[in-house]
């Protein structure tokens, strides 16, 4: 058992001709491991065995494709975003969705507001006082006071106008959808801005 192995000689054939092993099948699992004889591969090799192009064929081709897609979906969210029509909803962003903000939206675009001419009350409110601010004129102080006046009342017409466009649209959510959907309030500013 721990002796020396017997002094048998191989013939002069079996020494010279090398026997030759079957190369074991490569599996695809991760658990293979390379035969001995072979240096393993560095990170490198393997690296670049695995890598496949991303974009197959031509690339040009495929680029073009994309921004013609991209292209393509701008237009289709600027058409839902700008006409809020039923067929393009599932373009609009998802606070814009569902029926009963398209039925807040048209009820506010239907509706005169005393938002719609703010900007305008606002800017020659703001210009007017402006002008008269610069001025030696004897009424120049009251006029610039009372275009300051006519600012702030706008702006509590405007909040008013909005407090009961809310209270009148609350009610008609409830009794059309059952509740009023979170977020109206905010969603009827925006409406108005």
Excluded at 65 to 70: I, L, S, T
Excluded at 130 to 141: D, E, K, M
Excluded at 151 to 175: C, E, S
Aim: hydrophobic share 35%; charged share 25%; aromatic share 10%.
């Amino acid at each position: 058992m721990f002796g020396r192995k017997s002094k048998v000689e191989k013939s002069p054939i079996e020494a010279v001709e090398p026997v030759e092993e079957a190369e074991p099948q490569v599996s695809k699992n991760s658990g293979y491991t390379a035969p001995k004889g072979r240096p393993t591969p560095s990170r490198k090799e393997r690296e670049a065995a695995r890598r496949k192009p991303i974009v197959g064929g031509d690339r040009q081709a495929a680029k073009e494709a994309q921004r013609e897609q991209r292209a393509q979906d701008r237009k289709l969210h600027a058409h839902a975003l700008r006409t809020g029509d039923e067929k393009y909803e599932k373009y609009l962003p998802a606070q814009h969705q569902g029926r009963q903000r398209r039925f807040v939206r048209d009820y506010v675009d239907a509706r005169r507001n005393v938002g719609d001419y703010m900007l305008y009350v606002l800017g020659g409110c703001l210009l007017i006082g402006l002008i008269f601010a610069g001025t030696q004129l004897s009424f120049a102080p009251q006029v610039y006071t009372a275009t300051v006046y006519i600012m702030y009342g706008y702006l509590f017409l405007f909040a008013l106008d909005l407090w009961f466009l809310w209270r009148k649209l609350k009610g008609i959510l409830v009794g059309k959808f059952g509740e009023a959907q979170r977020g109206s309030v905010s969603y009827i500013l925006g409406g108005l801005a």
